[in-house]
């Protein structure tokens, strides 16, 4: 979901980004060709750059989902001294549905636009059809107004027009039909079905039909005296004929295309030109060039050469288990630029393995692998954030309701007035069974086993994905007991997160790189289970009671994130 919605943030901003250019530099221009492979380009552009980095990277000038949207959080319970729980309101899930209305509304404009295709069908069917030039003409009454599509051209029966200007009109629409613009049409009616929330939609068709009219105008006006064909725009009665996939001889427009017929045609400015090829280019390198680092190091100074036996060895020993049927490269270049590119950028499809120095030179070989099409194999792996997170089967609402019937308050934590803020850790199963339950934090009295009991009971979830696959998914919920009946949950937790403080250094031992460290809370006292993990990985580890921490990492530059329930989620590069 989280790449969809990264897809479609990008496709959008390129979109509002492009429009903007265009409107800048084009809206008033004469060069209609020019105007239109822009707005072309402008669409196609938005389509497909994304499509070369819909992940991102931590760097990246637009973030992924991920890195904007918080880690979720169970809410907390307030079990109470009479032994009842008070279950916190239910949080509203927008993706539950916000997703379906997307989905029915674009569903929608795509059956708009079927059923006006099968109208055009069906008038095409019912018209009188005969062959003039290289295209097909079909005339009937049930024709309103006058417009071609693909390589038909559609004429209403009833027009009061002479066949000298009737010939006009269908060279007119003969130049819809040579520039392709019923292509234009199919385009952004798609678009629009992907991106009906976009209000800019709007003004791309507005100005895609205006040039292709100007365009066609244009071309007509050569052959034939200006004032006259403007004498015949204004003759021809103007019909809203409905079929908004046709390109309209009449027009809503008309008077301004009689005005642009009249106005001297001129270049458009080399530097606008310049400037409508910078920001294509900008856009470009701005959403796509990060997932292009292994091809941009190797066009300078990388070469691909020939696997070296130690680097053999390390494929067969360490990294061929870790990632089975995935593509290995070995490259050799400067040692320099391949620490800035892998420094700049965390590259989610080339991962960087290992560095090898060569003898007596600056250059380095660098081994990498290419992940981009490959699954997840071990299934003993646990997540902290994934793409999907686990859900208890029935909604939020049925556990809650599941932890207020069993969970009681302890006797012995009741008569000693115990009470605090209780956290458990559980794992989701890839097949939604609940293992690994016990208290990250406790506070005695029984509290501690009463919650582990009732978790460890909790009927199984939906699991977590990760790419589309099922994974294990490791979770935290805060139970708060308390002797105060008139106690209520927090809500969501972000509103009460402490911060922390964090530190690490990268070092060297056999070989192997190690990132270690300190976390400690804001008055420095150690935070003991911190979760630590290598971003853009599965590596992690988590802080012992000194707060101290050590974790192995495949490679010398990237970012440690630290996640704990009830604190600020803080990272640190290296």
């Given at each position: 979901?989280?790449?969809?919605?990264?897809?479609?943030?990008?496709?959008?901003?390129?979109?509002?980004?492009?429009?903007?250019?265009?409107?800048?530099?084009?809206?008033?221009?004469?060069?209609?060709?020019?105007?239109?492979?822009?707005?072309?380009?402008?669409?196609?552009?938005?389509?497909?750059?994304?499509?070369?980095?819909?992940?991102?990277?931590?760097?990246?000038?637009?973030?992924?989902?991920?890195?904007?949207?918080?880690?979720?959080?169970?809410?907390?319970?307030?079990?109470?001294?009479?032994?009842?729980?008070?279950?916190?309101?239910?949080?509203?899930?927008?993706?539950?549905?916000?997703?379906?209305?997307?989905?029915?509304?674009?569903?929608?404009?795509?059956?708009?636009?079927?059923?006006?295709?099968?109208?055009?069908?069906?008038?095409?069917?019912?018209?009188?059809?005969?062959?003039?030039?290289?295209?097909?003409?079909?005339?009937?009454?049930?024709?309103?107004?006058?417009?071609?599509?693909?390589?038909?051209?559609?004429?209403?029966?009833?027009?009061?027009?002479?066949?000298?200007?009737?010939?006009?009109?269908?060279?007119?629409?003969?130049?819809?039909?040579?520039?392709?613009?019923?292509?234009?049409?199919?385009?952004?009616?798609?678009?629009?079905?992907?991106?009906?929330?976009?209000?800019?939609?709007?003004?791309?068709?507005?100005?895609?039909?205006?040039?292709?009219?100007?365009?066609?105008?244009?071309?007509?006006?050569?052959?034939?005296?200006?004032?006259?064909?403007?004498?015949?725009?204004?003759?021809?009665?103007?019909?809203?004929?409905?079929?908004?996939?046709?390109?309209?001889?009449?027009?809503?427009?008309?008077?301004?295309?009689?005005?642009?017929?009249?106005?001297?045609?001129?270049?458009?400015?080399?530097?606008?030109?310049?400037?409508?090829?910078?920001?294509?280019?900008?856009?470009?390198?701005?959403?796509?060039?990060?997932?292009?680092?292994?091809?941009?190091?190797?066009?300078?100074?990388?070469?691909?050469?020939?696997?070296?036996?130690?680097?053999?060895?390390?494929?067969?020993?360490?990294?061929?288990?870790?990632?089975?049927?995935?593509?290995?490269?070995?490259?050799?270049?400067?040692?320099?630029?391949?620490?800035?590119?892998?420094?700049?950028?965390?590259?989610?499809?080339?991962?960087?393995?290992?560095?090898?120095?060569?003898?007596?030179?600056?250059?380095?070989?660098?081994?990498?692998v290419d992940i981009s099409n490959l699954e997840l194999k071990d299934e003993n792996?646990?997540?902290?954030?994934?793409?999907?997170?686990?859900?208890?089967?029935?909604?939020?609402?049925?556990?809650?309701?599941?932890?207020?019937?069993?969970?009681?308050?302890?006797?012995?934590?009741?008569?000693?007035?115990?009470?605090?803020?209780?956290?458990?850790?559980?794992?989701?199963?890839?097949?939604?069974?609940?293992?690994?339950?016990?208290?990250?934090?406790?506070?005695?009295?029984?509290?501690?086993?009463?919650?582990?009991?009732?978790?460890?009971?909790?009927?199984?979830?939906?699991?977590?994905?990760?790419?589309?696959?099922?994974?294990?998914?490791?979770?935290?919920?805060?139970?708060?007991?308390?002797?105060?009946?008139?106690?209520?949950?927090?809500?969501?937790?972000?509103?009460?997160?402490?911060?922390?403080?964090?530190?690490?250094?990268?070092?060297?031992?056999?070989?192997?790189?190690?990132?270690?460290?300190?976390?400690?809370?804001?008055?420095?006292?150690?935070?003991?289970?911190?979760?630590?993990?290598?971003?853009?990985?599965?590596?992690?580890?988590?802080?012992?009671?000194?707060?101290?921490?050590?974790?192995?990492?495949?490679?010398?530059?990237?970012?440690?994130?630290?996640?704990?329930?009830?604190?600020?989620?803080?990272?640190?590069?290296?």
């Open positions: 979901m989280n790449t969809i919605i990264n897809y479609l943030i990008e496709l959008n901003l390129g979109l509002v980004f492009f429009y903007a250019v265009y409107w800048l530099l084009f809206r008033n221009e004469t060069q209609f060709t020019t105007k239109r492979w822009f707005l072309l380009s402008a669409m196609l552009g938005s389509l497909l750059f994304p499509l070369f980095t819909i992940t991102g990277t931590q760097n990246g000038i637009i973030p992924t989902l991920g890195n904007t949207i918080p880690a979720h959080w169970l809410p907390e319970i307030v079990i109470v001294g009479h032994g009842n729980v008070v279950t916190p309101e239910a949080q509203t899930n927008y993706w539950s549905w916000i997703t379906p209305v997307y989905i029915c509304v674009a569903i929608f404009f795509i059956l708009l636009l079927l059923i006006r295709v099968g109208k055009i069908v069906w008038l095409f069917n019912q018209a009188k059809r005969y062959t003039w030039k290289a295209y097909t003409v079909a005339e009937s009454d049930r024709v309103r107004g006058i417009f071609s599509f693909f390589h038909y051209i559609f004429l209403s029966g009833g027009n009061q027009i002479e066949a000298a200007e009737k010939e006009e009109i269908l060279q007119h629409e003969a130049v819809h039909i040579q520039k392709g613009h019923s292509f234009d049409i199919i385009l952004i009616h798609l678009l629009q079905a992907v991106c009906w929330f976009n209000p800019i939609i709007r003004y791309y068709k507005i100005s895609l039909v205006q040039v292709h009219e100007f365009e066609a105008d244009a071309r007509s006006v050569e052959s034939m005296d200006v004032d006259r064909y403007c004498g015949l725009l204004a003759k021809v009665t103007l019909q809203q004929n409905g079929f908004v996939l046709a390109n309209h001889f009449t027009n809503s427009f008309t008077l301004k295309r009689i005005n642009m017929m009249k106005t001297v045609r001129r270049k458009i400015s080399q530097w606008k030109m310049a400037s409508a090829v910078l920001m294509l280019a900008t856009y470009f390198v701005v959403v796509a060039c990060q997932d292009q680092i292994m091809h941009e190091i190797t066009d300078s100074t990388l070469t691909q050469v020939e696997f070296p036996e130690i680097v053999k060895q390390d494929i067969a020993n360490k990294y061929q288990a870790q990632y089975p049927g995935a593509k290995f490269n070995y490259m050799e270049g400067d040692a320099d630029e391949i620490r800035n590119k892998f420094a700049a950028n965390s590259a989610v499809k080339q991962i960087l393995l290992n560095t090898y120095p060569i003898p007596n030179r600056k250059t380095v070989g660098v081994l990498t792996e646990i997540y902290a954030v994934v793409e999907e997170t686990a859900q208890p089967r029935g909604g939020m609402d049925k556990f809650y309701k599941y932890i207020a019937a069993n969970l009681s308050y302890p006797a012995e934590a009741r008569q000693k007035g115990i009470q605090g803020r209780v956290f458990i850790e559980f794992v989701v199963n890839q097949d939604g069974s609940i293992s690994d339950v016990r208290p990250l934090k406790g506070i005695g009295g029984g509290c501690d086993e009463e919650a582990v009991r009732i978790m460890a009971q909790a009927e199984p979830w939906n699991p977590g994905k990760q790419r589309g696959m099922a994974v294990r998914q490791r979770m935290v919920i805060p139970i708060i007991y308390s002797l105060d009946d008139t106690a209520q949950p927090a809500g969501k937790l972000e509103e009460v997160k402490q911060s922390m403080r964090t530190n690490g250094s990268l070092i060297q031992e056999g070989g192997k790189y190690f990132m270690v460290g300190k976390v400690t809370d804001v008055d420095g006292q150690p935070l003991l289970g911190m979760n630590i993990i290598l971003a853009g990985s599965t590596q992690g580890t988590v802080s012992d009671k000194n707060g101290d921490y050590k974790l192995e990492v495949n490679k010398q530059t990237g970012m440690l994130v630290f996640s704990f329930v009830g604190f600020k989620t803080e990272s640190i590069t290296f």
